[in-house]
């Protein structure tokens, strides 16, 4: 696929049927696994189509894990996992330098992040060090080792767990890591019914592996150039910006949304576009996915956070304020 996909023509309408139907089959085969959570699974997989990157953040216990391994058993494509933790070393993740002695020469051994879709269990249990590893893997889609710059596979995508940061033994993501997660969903405790289900389905463990992918990974690649076709109106551009410019100008705020915000509340606004049959993003696309897209990256002064303001109040008050342009 294209580093460069053409924007110039906005997709036709039969094309976004058809990506509209896909988008469904992926929901359905990767729900088989993952009980009563319909919305957590389909902002999983516009994060996938929109080649961005997700952090699933809940208590232990509650299907993170299981979630990121169906999305990799949905689609035929290589994929790693990598268990986070304290002694884990950056090399681990990205790769290390070895010295043959046949060539008398280093050879890099790529490490597990060279793969379509990387599962990083619980991300912030690591060390500063080992998390500022994925930086750049995660933002250029490249890894630099001894000055030799290699490029992953294409479609990337790290679907991250964590725990929450009051947990025991867990550290705090920096900001620009945080920064380049497209969405951070939460899954939450399962319903009654639901919950009834996962006992009758999975009684001896998890079913992940069961799942037959539906699709390869060139097929993704295609919905993915598809969704980047998708019209974005001047409207909706403008709504994103005025959005991005009230978190930055909130007195509670410390730190706004930034312009990779902006860009991934657009490409997140394109998928959920075309996964509805449309070849234009209406605002009402936009406003569905802030809170998933926005709050992770708003940080809050202390004093505000000392009066109990949160991110999420922010995001609730800048959706009243900003008015939704008609579509």
């Known amino acids: 696929m294209s580093d460069a996909p053409d924007n110039s023509r906005p997709a036709k309408g039969a094309d ?31 994060c996938m189509l929109a080649e961005g990157h997700v952090l699933l953040e809940d208590v232990p216990g509650v299907g993170k894990t299981s979630l990121a391994r169906a999305l990799a058993h949905t689609v035929q494509v290589d994929w790693n996992r990598i268990q986070f933790t304290p002694d884990l070393l950056p090399s681990d993740v990205t790769g290390v330098s070895i010295y043959n ?24 249990r690591a060390s500063p060090k080992t998390q500022s590893a994925l930086l750049e893997v995660m933002e250029e889609r490249t890894v630099t080792a001894d000055g030799t710059t290699f490029k992953v596979p294409r479609p990337f995508m790290v679907v991250a767990t964590q725990n929450p940061i009051d947990t025991e033994g867990t550290y705090r993501l920096p900001e620009a890591q945080l920064d380049r997660f497209l969405m951070r969903l939460s899954m939450g405790y399962p319903d009654f019914e639901a919950e009834r289900r996962v006992l009758r389905t999975q009684k001896d463990g998890s079913n992940a592996s069961s799942i037959k992918a539906i699709m390869n990974g060139e097929q993704v690649a295609a919905m993915i150039a598809e969704a980047q076709k998708v019209e974005v109106s001047t409207a909706a551009e403008d709504y994103i910006i005025s959005l991005a410019t009230y978190t930055r100008e909130a007195p509670e705020v410390r730190l706004g949304m930034s312009p990779r915000g902006s860009l991934a509340l657009l490409r997140a606004s394109r998928v959920v576009a075309a996964s509805r049959g449309r070849n234009f ?45 008609r579509s």
Do not use: C, W, Y
């Not at 992770?296 to 000392?306: F, G, K, Q, S, Y």
């Open 16 to 46: 976004m049927t058809k990506f509209a139907e896909r988008f469904e089959a992926l929901v359905k085969t990767a729900a088989q696994t993952i009980q009563g959570k319909d919305e957590v699974l389909r902002n999983a997989v516009v």
């Open 281 to 325: 993003v209406a605002p009402e696309d936009v406003k569905e996915l802030v809170p998933s897209v926005v709050t992770h990256r708003i940080i809050v002064t202390p004093e505000a956070e000392l009066q109990g303001h949160t991110p999420h109040e922010v995001i609730v008050k800048a959706l009243a304020a900003v008015p939704v342009p």
């Open 101 to 124: 002695q046949g060539t008398n020469e280093f050879e890099f051994r790529q490490g597990p992040i060279f793969a379509n879709l990387v599962v990083g269990d619980e991300i912030n």
